[in-house]
T-cell receptor
Framework: AQKVTQAQTEISVVEKEDVTLDCVYE???????LFWYKQPPSGELVFLIR??????QNEISGRYSWNFQKSTSSFNFTITASQVVDSAVYFC?????????????FGGGTRVLVKP | DTEVTQTPKHLVMGMTNKKSLKCEQH?????MYWYKQKAKKPPELMFV???????INESVPSRFSPECPNSSLLNLHLHALQPEDSALYLC??????????FGEGSRLTVL
């Protein structure tokens, strides 16, 4: 069975601070995909990144960066120089090899509050 | 702006009512999903349609009835719901690459 754990339920920072969200996963599959989603107060889940199990390169996109470490089954997410607009709930998710009709296992989510 | 459109955004219904939630996407995705999300919880999968056929039903009660009229549309028919069914209902679609694209959701209140 697949499992995703986000140990931090809520993180509060002051604007411009960096914040790192932890994600630890469990799976027996050798091929799998990891995702991060952002859910602002409006409710829509916004896709941020997809990473497959064969690609351990870290990725940076603007103020966002991701650190995938297969050895520790972790896929952590860092927001650099946080802004108030980053306030949201962030979900890490895991799936088997992708296909149309893909079942995602979500972590419990981490609520990030960025104070001005 | 999301490319998955859900209507209505808010719905209040009694336990004896029949209502429907609607979802539309024009990204050419061949899979569509219904998720249910309670406050401060992650989304829970309800149904998956792949190529317009129901491929996953996560043991959802029959008072929820999905329908996929074509590859762009997904409905969720609601009948005889309970107050505990009040939640945010999210529709999503995906291509073969696996990432899901979600709509803004329909917030349902059952009185």
């Amino acid at each position: 069975a697949q499992k995703v754990t986000q140990a931090q339920t809520e993180i509060s920072v002051v604007e411009k601070e960096d914040v790192t969200l932890d994600c630890v996963y469990e799976t027996r599959d050798t091929t799998y995909y990891l995702f991060w989603y952002k859910q602002p107060p409006s409710g829509e889940l916004v896709f941020l990144i997809r990473r497959n199990s064969f690609d351990e390169q870290n990725e940076i996109s603007g103020r966002y960066s991701w650190n995938f470490q297969k050895s520790t089954s972790s896929f952590n997410f860092t927001i650099t120089a946080s802004q108030v607009v980053d306030s949201a709930v962030y979900f890490c998710a895991l799936s088997e090899a992708p296909a149309a009709g893909n079942k995602l296992t979500f972590g419990g989510g981490t609520r990030v509050l960025v104070k001005p | 702006d999301t490319e998955v459109t859900q209507t209505p955004k808010h719905l209040v219904m009694g336990m004896t009512n029949k209502k429907s939630l609607k979802c539309e996407q024009h990204m050419g995705h061949r899979a569509m999903y219904w998720y249910k999300q309670k406050a401060k919880k992650p989304p829970e999968l309800m149904f998956v349609y792949s190529y317009e056929k129901l491929s996953i039903n996560e043991s959802v009660p029959s008072r929820f009835s999905p329908e996929c009229p074509n590859s762009s549309l997904l409905n969720l028919h609601l009948h005889a719901l309970q107050p505990e069914d009040s939640a945010l209902y999210l529709c999503a679609s995906s291509h073969y690459t696996g990432e899901l694209f979600f709509g803004e959701g329909s917030r349902l209140t059952v009185l």
